[in-house]
């Protein structure tokens, strides 16, 4: 298995956090949730154009999971950032995860980010080049394609 390394996997993140970030503005402004202003006693989640009203950072929370979670647990194991680097995430076998792991490997992400994302830094430094969310939800991110290293799909 060859491990995907912190810097290929940051290029995968950049790509995925820009079509996530263009495609949450797009269904914020379709649906209709708006802004609060700019101000730090709006609260909500630090946005381009100020913070968002807590019915949209809970639309910004499900749109992640729903592409994380989803994408990573599907056929492809891979966000599309991840798939445009030839990556995939699996379990420690190399078999593709399930939706309930992959949400795990969600929520483990906020703690990295958390803990002045030393759980991503971690990925530079440690033996299968696993964060903190990998090892938390026992992953691997790998260079390869769905299926070239695990012996059974997630369904299987």
Do not use: C
Not at 32 to 52: D, K
Not at 136 to 151: I, M, N, Q, R
Request: a positive charge.
């Amino acid at each position: 298995m060859h491990y995907a390394g912190f810097w290929i996997r940051v290029a995968a993140y950049l790509i995925d956090a820009i079509l996530l970030g263009v495609t949450s503005v797009v269904l914020l402004s379709i649906f209709g949730f708006g802004f609060t202003g700019s101000t730090v006693s709006s609260g909500g989640a630090f946005s381009a154009t100020g913070y968002l009203d807590p019915a949209g950072n809970l639309f910004t929370l499900v749109l992640g999971i729903a592409y994380f979670a989803g994408l990573e647990s599907s056929a492809w194991q891979a966000t599309v950032g991840k798939k445009l680097l030839g990556l995939m995430v699996t379990d420690l076998s190399g078999n593709r995860i399930s939706f309930l792991r992959a949400l795990g490997r969600y929520f483990g992400k906020i703690l990295s980010s958390l803990i002045l994302m030393i759980g991503y830094i971690m990925v530079a430094f440690t033996g299968k080049k696993q964060g903190l969310h990998d090892m938390l939800a026992s992953t691997l991110v790998l260079h390869g394609k769905p299926g070239e290293f695990g012996t059974k799909g997630v369904f299987d």
